[in-house]
């Protein structure tokens, strides 16, 4: 089959796919749009089943990429890469090293950050082969965009629950979060701050037991947290965990969570809309992390850090209300925004301390 013909091929301007024998390095490299600026996306470490889904994921992580830069304001386009790997076992120093070689030779059109299966000292080997980097520890920060992420889809329930619930306080509310990896666990801690009665679980049983010991989050078996009924639900794990096949069993009001490409298909946001489940389009909340990586490249304030949090989430009530109004669906509405953003002229959607 021809890239040309995947299903999640959305007229990418690039798509590299490395190899390296000699550190077992084989990844792939999708550049989505730069029209905006250079392709920012993370780099993910997964042990995909197969090298073609390894490239689905790619595909449709930098597509999202697109979507959530433009979304957010920021100068940049989408991009992502992910590294066909065990992130436990078979991820090493020198392989890290030899992938910035790889992203060095497209000379700044994508620029690497942190994802699922890598962290800012990742980065850091990442960064001895190539400038084209983000997400560094430095004096001021540790690099690690997760609770900037989690503080963004925090803030994005609230807005959630005051839509669909008519309140904003979250005490006694009950939310199951998928995944307690960095952000997950960022957001559960948030979550029981305001009083909500988090639920968590995830495949990673040392995550699980973390959660579980220091927040004290009520631990679910992984095979049935979709299903639990709960006022919300957050996934903070992989993409894909909504589909056509377990949307009917779902039992909650909201799904709002971190995770990048939640929806199977696009045709799930539908099928969530008619089961009466409110859907909050991942590339729109999640967008904390790539703001807080901008940020601290550029710089920036505390007050511009937070006019621009401010105007994402305000954008999120724009479609949420949008959707409402026109009796479709958040994502429907979020992504033809997106797609009408994109067609913009660059100077418009710059951040004033960038322009």
Same mark, same amino acid.
């Given at each position: 089959?021809?890239?040309?013909?995947?299903?999640?091929?959305?007229?990418?301007?690039?798509?590299?796919?490395?190899?390296?024998?000699?550190?077992?390095?084989?990844?792939?490299?999708?550049?989505?749009?730069?029209?905006?600026?250079?392709?920012?996306?993370?780099?993910?470490?997964?042990?995909?089943? +197969?090298? !073609?889904? *390894?490239?689905?994921?790619? =595909?449709?992580?930098? #597509?999202?990429?697109?979507?959530?830069? @433009?979304?957010? $304001?920021?100068?940049?386009?989408?991009?992502?890469?992910?590294?066909?790997?065990?992130?436990?076992?078979?991820?090493?120093?020198?392989?890290?090293?030899?992938?910035?070689?790889?992203?060095?030779?497209?000379?700044?059109?994508?620029?690497?950050?942190?994802?699922?299966?890598?962290?800012?000292?990742?980065?850091?080997?990442?960064?001895?082969?190539?400038?084209?980097?983000?997400?560094?520890?430095?004096?001021?920060?540790?690099?690690?965009?997760?609770?900037?992420?989690?503080?963004?889809?925090?803030? +994005?329930? !609230?807005? *959630?629950?005051?839509?669909? =619930?008519?309140?904003? #306080?979250?005490?006694?509310?009950?939310? @199951?979060?998928? $995944?307690?990896?960095?952000?997950?666990?960022?957001?559960?801690?948030?979550?029981?701050?305001?009083?909500?009665?988090?639920?968590?679980?995830?495949?990673?049983?040392?995550?699980?037991?973390?959660?579980?010991?220091?927040?004290?989050?009520?631990?679910?078996?992984?095979?049935?947290?979709?299903?639990?009924?709960?006022?919300?639900?957050?996934?903070?794990?992989?993409?894909?965990?909504?589909?056509?096949?377990?949307?009917?069993?779902?039992?909650?009001?909201?799904?709002?969570?971190?995770?990048?490409?939640?929806?199977?298909?696009?045709?799930?946001?539908?099928?969530?809309?008619?089961?009466?489940?409110?859907?909050?389009?991942?590339?729109?909340?999640?967008?904390?992390?790539?703001?807080?990586?901008?940020?601290?490249?550029?710089?920036?304030?505390?007050?511009?850090?937070?006019?621009?949090?401010?105007?994402?989430?305000?954008?999120?009530?724009?479609?949420?209300?949008?959707?409402?109004?026109?009796?479709?669906?958040?994502?429907?509405?979020?992504?033809?925004?997106?797609?009408?953003?994109?067609?913009?002229?660059?100077?418009?959607?710059?951040?004033?301390?960038?322009?």
């Amino acid at each position: 089959m021809s890239i040309f013909d995947h299903c999640a091929y959305s007229q990418h301007e690039q798509v590299h796919f490395v190899s390296d024998k000699s550190t077992g390095l084989n990844a792939i490299i999708a550049v989505h749009d730069t029209r905006l600026g250079p392709a920012v996306g993370g780099c993910r470490i997964h042990a995909y089943p +197969s090298s !073609q889904d *390894a490239l689905s994921d790619a =595909l449709r992580l930098s #597509q999202a990429m697109t979507y959530k830069n @433009v979304l957010a $304001g920021l100068p940049f386009g989408g991009g992502k890469s992910v590294i066909i790997a065990d992130p436990q076992t078979e991820k090493t120093s020198e392989m890290l090293e030899v992938f910035g070689t790889y992203i060095d030779q497209l000379g700044g059109k994508y620029i690497a950050a942190e994802d699922s299966g890598t962290s800012p000292s990742d980065m850091a080997h990442i960064a001895k082969t190539t400038q084209h980097v983000a997400g560094l520890s430095t004096e001021h920060s540790d690099g690690d965009p997760s609770p900037a992420t989690a503080r963004g889809v925090l803030v +994005s329930i !609230q807005t *959630a629950a005051e839509h669909k =619930l008519g309140r904003r #306080q979250l005490e006694g509310l009950s939310v @199951v979060v998928q $995944g307690l990896g960095h952000v997950g666990f960022e957001l559960a801690k948030l979550l029981m701050r305001e009083g909500a009665i988090v639920y968590g679980s995830d495949a990673n049983q040392e995550n699980l037991n973390r959660a579980a010991q220091e927040l004290e989050v009520h631990p679910v078996d992984v095979n049935s947290c979709l299903s639990m009924p709960c006022d919300i639900l957050a996934p903070c794990a992989l993409g894909g965990v909504l589909n056509e096949h377990n949307i009917p069993n779902l039992a909650m009001k909201i799904v709002a969570g971190a995770a990048n490409n939640q929806l199977a298909t696009p045709q799930d946001a539908i099928r969530l809309a008619d089961r009466g489940i409110l859907y909050c389009p991942d590339f729109l909340i999640n967008s904390g992390g790539i703001l807080d990586i901008y940020h601290r490249r550029t710089n920036a304030s505390a007050n511009v850090i937070l006019d621009a949090e401010k105007s994402f989430l305000d954008r999120l009530t724009v479609v949420l209300e949008t959707a409402a109004r026109h009796s479709t669906t958040p994502y429907q509405v979020a992504s033809h925004m997106a797609e009408q953003l994109r067609e913009m002229d660059t100077e418009a959607l710059l951040p004033k301390q960038a322009a």
